[in-house]
């Protein structure tokens, strides 16, 4: 039996925790209590970051978004070549361009000795991008001169090729018409093409839309792929190719049609 003494000694306190427990007990609740203050911060400011990258999408890409898409096809060989006598003592350089969902652009530049276009002549052959109400004269203004290209085209004459009669273009409300350069469009449904571009070779725009002529009525292809009917197209063309001077139509010929002049009954494009 043990001793009253004995147990006077050595107390026994069962339900009894030593202060220092209560020390760390509180601390490591101090310390959960910050740790889940800490962690709701974060999953709030987590939150915060994941709505505003939502949003950013369609405020800062919804306008590059219209024009992306086309880029440069490095490995793709030429498919067209232009014959162009005139230009031999300019720099020519040939671009593609090709779209995800099936359209290329065959793009042939001709530029001056002082590296200044004079010229340039794009075959478009759409794919699943391609929307017929987008066919304007907008983006060949801007082609022809970046810092005139909002004041759009109006219509410029006709002229006749191997393709057919073309259209040509020029600035609109320009003061002096003589100087300005012309552009030219000529959408073709049966093969899918669209054949455009602009000139400024020659003094006035007689000059230019003979140079515009000769650049189609030289436009030869080199490949049609796996497009049988671009090729019978092009070999229909050939049959009717004439001359550079056809493409400037005579006095007699020449109406408000074909004239060198603005048509007055057509406005700008």
């Not at 699943?128 to 810092?147: K, L, Y």
Request: hydrophobic share 40%.
């Amino acid at each position: 039996m043990r001793s009253f003494r004995t147990t006077a000694a050595y107390p026994h306190h069962p339900t009894s925790i030593h202060p220092a427990l209560n020390n760390f007990a509180d601390e490591c609740a101090g310390t959960l209590a910050r740790l889940a203050a800490y962690v709701g911060v974060l999953a709030l400011l987590a939150m915060a970051g994941l709505h505003l990258w939502d949003q950013l999408p369609v405020a800062a890409t919804a306008e590059p978004a219209a024009k992306a898409g086309w880029g440069l096809a490095s490995r793709s060989h030429p498919a067209f070549a232009v014959s162009q006598t005139d230009l031999l003592e300019k720099t020519e350089t040939y671009e593609i361009f090709r779209h995800p969902e099936g359209g290329r652009k065959d793009v042939l530049h001709w530029m001056s000795q002082g590296e200044k276009p004079v010229a340039e002549l794009e075959i478009y052959r759409p794919g699943g991008e391609f929307s017929p109400s987008e066919v304007n004269g907008v983006e060949i203004a801007a082609r022809m001169d970046p810092q005139q290209g909002s004041r759009g085209l109006e219509a410029a004459g006709v002229i006749d090729s191997k393709f057919g009669p073309v259209a040509l273009l020029r600035h609109a409300g320009n003061p002096d018409g003589a100087k300005s350069c012309l552009g030219f469009i000529k959408r073709i449904a049966d093969p899918n093409l669209q054949i455009s571009g602009w000139t400024c070779q020659g003094d006035g725009l007689p000059a230019r839309r003979t140079a515009i002529g000769c650049m189609l009525n030289r436009l030869t292809l080199l490949s049609a792929g796996n497009e049988p009917k671009l090729a019978e197209l092009f070999a229909r063309a050939e049959l009717k190719r004439g001359s550079c001077s056809a493409a400037t139509p005579s006095v007699t010929s020449a109406d408000w049609v074909t004239g060198t002049g603005n048509p007055l009954l057509r406005g700008p494009l």
